[in-house]
């Protein structure tokens, strides 16, 4: 007769739809695996939508669980925290958790907002502290940090369709739940970053990707406009089904920062960047920005979320975003 119990498990909360929060998750399986041999590693997308799952105490109840590149929960089942936001603490009492559990644990719960990537700080962690495998992941650590902190060359480069690795975060960011999360994590754990963008999953949900993504472009540039400094697009009057990230950048080049309002299945989002690639340097922090409004993200890029039927006091806030980075940083906007 076979035995029926059901195996232990790791529970892993993570950005979902977001190609760090994916990688993030492989690394901490790896620095897992040792220490809790034999249990399932279940993996949940989070995000900060209207609706989006967040992280909480029934989620987090496996015998191991963690969050990575996502929002503190101060939650006592929690074993591992990893991020590099700069709004990783809604308030003072998570903040004084994460301290608590750091001074027990410190190679467990680790925060740096001066990271590029969350997926770079849990590997180095990984190996200097744990001592952790990590063979086989170098590509996805490489890439997973050059996508978060926008290394591109040029905006052209960050937007080229023709790279399998940029097709993959393009799928990751509009399928990227639990369900796809879970599978496309086993496959790079196993077999790492080619393998992945060669499945026959990944590249069929491009191929729908594909045309929605010219069809973003297209929309953008009838609807953009740079005022002053700031490129500026409101796309919330129809729901967007595929974003392809900087084309404010290609499109308005000398833009020092970008503002886009879009409506999305989940809800309206406001996104906030600064552009790399221009003259203009960073003079805000925009995660702060983000975070007046109930939204995070780093020092050059953020995003807020709204309710399906908040779209008039998202083109609001982001109206006043606007005009806040046409001049130098406020003291509460400083980097």
């Not at 799952?53 to 925290?81: C, Q, W």
């Amino acid at each position: 007769m076979k035995d029926k119990t059901p195996s232990p498990r790791f529970v892993c909360a993570t950005h979902g739809h977001c190609f760090d929060g994916l990688a993030s998750a492989v690394v901490l399986r790896r620095l897992v695996e040792p220490e809790y041999p034999g249990h399932t590693f279940e993996i949940h997308a989070c995000g900060y939508g209207h609706k989006q799952e967040k992280p909480n105490v029934d989620m987090l109840s496996g015998a191991g669980n963690a969050i990575v590149d996502f929002r503190y929960e101060p939650v006592d089942s929690l074993t591992h925290y990893f991020d590099h936001h700069r709004t990783a603490f809604a308030d003072d009492d998570a903040r004084r958790h994460f301290d608590q559990r750091s001074q027990q644990k410190p190679a467990y719960f680790v925060f740096d907002g001066d990271r590029s990537s969350c997926t770079k700080l849990l590997a180095e962690v990984a190996k200097r502290d744990h001592g952790a495998d990590l063979l086989g992941l170098e590509s996805l650590i490489t890439w997973a940090d050059r996508i978060d902190s926008a290394s591109f060359d040029s905006a052209e480069q960050a937007t080229d369709k023709d790279e399998p690795v940029l097709r993959l975060a393009a799928v990751i960011e509009q399928f990227g739940d639990t369900q796809f999360l879970a599978r496309a994590a086993d496959v790079l754990f196993e077999f790492g970053l080619e393998a992945l963008c060669k499945k026959r999953f990944i590249t069929d949900a491009y191929k729908i990707i594909g045309p929605r993504q010219d069809d973003f472009i297209a929309r953008v540039k009838t609807a953009g406009v740079q005022i002053g400094r700031v490129a500026f697009a409101d796309l919330a009057d129809q729901t967007v089904s595929a974003v392809t990230k900087f084309v404010q950048y290609k499109l308005w080049p000398s833009a020092t920062y970008s503002v886009m309002v879009t409506s999305m299945a989940s809800g309206i989002r406001i996104a906030i960047g600064h552009n790399p690639w221009s003259d203009g340097e960073l003079d805000v922090d925009i995660s702060r920005i983000c975070a007046r409004y109930g939204g995070g993200g780093h020092p050059m890029v953020g995003g807020i979320g709204f309710a399906k039927d908040e779209i008039e006091r998202a083109r609001a806030v982001a109206h006043e975003i606007v005009s806040e980075l046409q001049g130098a940083g406020s003291e509460d906007g400083q980097p």
